[in-house]
Structures are given as structure tokens and as C-alpha cells.
């Protein structure tokens, strides 16, 4: 199992960038997408990911309004489109994959992980 995410950069505060995560080796019919980002010396966090049963999008309240979700079911590609980018924004993204089962804010919950795309966001 691959997830190749891409579409990170440096952007000024205010900006916008649309991140892409390609998976390939498997079909997830039973689990779910999502997005978290690290920074140097901090804990993973959660970012948005969609839920188990209605597979709704949440977000962590630090990017909502901003950050959105979505997919294509089709291409087997999650999307994360991210507004109003703020300097606290700036970290490694990654994509990542759960059981629908597990706990959705949880990163020990994903079990693939992307190798990371860099956002940086200058102010």
C-alpha cells in the first residue's frame, strides 16, 4: 500500500494550497481517509478526516472554516484544501488511512501513513 501526497510549498499568511494523497495497492472500502501535520519537537495532530459511519468530514477546531475535506472515490485520491493559511500552519502533512472502526482523532488509529508533503506559511 502507497500514499503519495503532494502540493505543499511555502505561501504567504492569507494564502491557499490544495493538497492531493494518491493511494495505490488497495481498495478502502472499509476505512477511512484523513489528513494530520507535525512540526519539529510536537506531538502528530489531527487535522480533518472523515467519519466512520456517515463518512461526514470533522476537522480539528484549529482549521475549521478554513480547511476542507473531500474525495474521489474514483481516483482513489483525498483532497485537503486549505484557506486563510496562517503561519501556525506551517508543518508536515500527512495523509493517512484507519480502520472505520478506530478512533478518528487518534494517530496510533492510523495504520498507512503518506511520507509527507511541507507546507510553510510565511507571515
Known amino acids: 500500500v502507497q500514499l503519495q501526497a503532494s502540493g505543499g510549498g511555502l505561501v504567504q499568511a492569507g494564502g491557499s494550497l490544495r493538497l492531493s494523497c494518491t493511494t495505490s495497492g488497495r481498495t478502502f472500502s472499509s476505512y477511512s481517509m484523513g489528513w494530520f501535520r507535525q512540526t519539529p519537537g510536537k506531538e502528530r495532530e489531527f487535522v480533518a478526516a472523515?467519519?466512520?459511519?456517515?463518512?461526514?468530514?470533522y476537522y480539528a477546531d484549529s482549521v475549521k472554516g478554513r480547511f476542507t475535506i473531500s474525495r474521489d472515490n474514483a481516483e482513489n485520491t483525498v483532497y485537503l484544501q486549505m484557506n486563510s493559511l496562517k503561519p501556525e500552519d506551517t508543518a508536515v502533512y500527512y495523509c493517512v488511512v484507519r480502520p472505520r472502526s478506530a478512533l478518528m482523532t487518534i494517530a496510533g488509529s492510523y495504520i498507512y501513513w503518506g511520507q509527507g508533503t511541507l507546507v510553510t506559511v510565511s507571515s
Open positions: 472523515f467519519g466512520s459511519t456517515t463518512g461526514s468530514p
